[in-house]
Nanobody, 115 residues
């Protein structure tokens, strides 16, 4: 079993920055994809950014140029650096792992962008 634990959420003013972290409970080997999704009340969960085991990245159009996903294999962690935050970025952010046909989710971290 794999557990994902997010941290780093909180309240930030518009234009500010936050970095989310996702700790993975075990070493992930071979082919995988890790990503960050977000969800607001009444809406479907949407992909924000993803990174493959080979290092390829993918971003939602709404966050391109502002968010950066990265991973640290030695620490079994993935990060989401969020800059120039906007009120519409307010959501619960979830860490996601796709590995050997299984999908794992963290419990989420709330990010609130408000003045």
């Amino acid at each position: 079993q794999v557990q994902l634990v997010e941290s780093g959420g909180g309240l930030v003013q518009p234009g500010g920055s936050l970095r989310l972290s996702c700790a993975v409970s075990r070493t992930i080997t071979s082919t995988y994809i890790m990503g960050w999704y977000r969800q607001t009340p009444g809406k479907q969960r949407e992909l924000v950014a993803a990174v493959s085991s080979g290092g390829s990245t993918n971003y939602a159009d709404s966050v391109k140029g502002r968010f950066t996903i990265s991973k640290d294999n030695a620490k079994n962690a993935v990060y989401l650096q969020m800059n120039s935050l906007k009120p519409e970025d307010t959501a619960v952010y979830y860490c996601n792992l796709g590995w050997y046909g299984m999908v794992y989710w963290g419990k989420g971290s709330l990010v609130t962008v408000s003045s």
